[in-house]
């Protein structure tokens, strides 16, 4: 089992910046990868960033989002700069552990980002 705790989001204006933190505990030691999804009202869960093997993140953060980890303090942030109003979402941190036979999911409990115009 993977415990996900989530902090650093809230209200920012348009052009702004937040970077969240994501810290992990419980059986870290089986993580494959780490990332950052989001949600907005009416729309489906999207990859934002993660963080394995390789770093990826989706085409619409690109340039703007840093995905990094520390390993000392099992922790993931996210950077996030030039922030837009449809960067607006419940964000959610996710660990992704892969077994020999099967892979599972786990989910922070999410934190609200909210970019005013």
């Known amino acids: 089992q993977v415990q996900l705790v989530e902090s650093g989001g809230g209200l920012v204006q348009a052009g702004g910046s937040l970077r969240l933190s994501c810290a992990a505990s419980?059986?870290?030691?089986?993580?494959?990868?780490m990332g950052w999804y989001r949600q907005a009202p009416g729309k489906q869960r999207e990859l934002v960033a993660q963080i394995g093997g390789d770093t990826n993140y989706a085409d619409s953060v690109k340039g703007r989002f840093t995905i990094s980890r520390d390993n000392a303090k099992n922790t993931v942030y996210l950077q996030m700069n030039n922030l837009k109003p449809e960067d607006t979402a419940v964000y959610y941190c996710?660990?992704?552990?892969?077994?020999?036979?099967?892979?599972?999911?786990?989910w922070g409990q999410g934190t609200q980002v909210t970019v005013s115009s």
């Open positions: 419980g059986s870290i030691f089986s993580i494959n990868a």
């Open positions: 996710n660990a992704l552990v892969i077994d020999t036979t099967d892979k599972y999911d786990y």
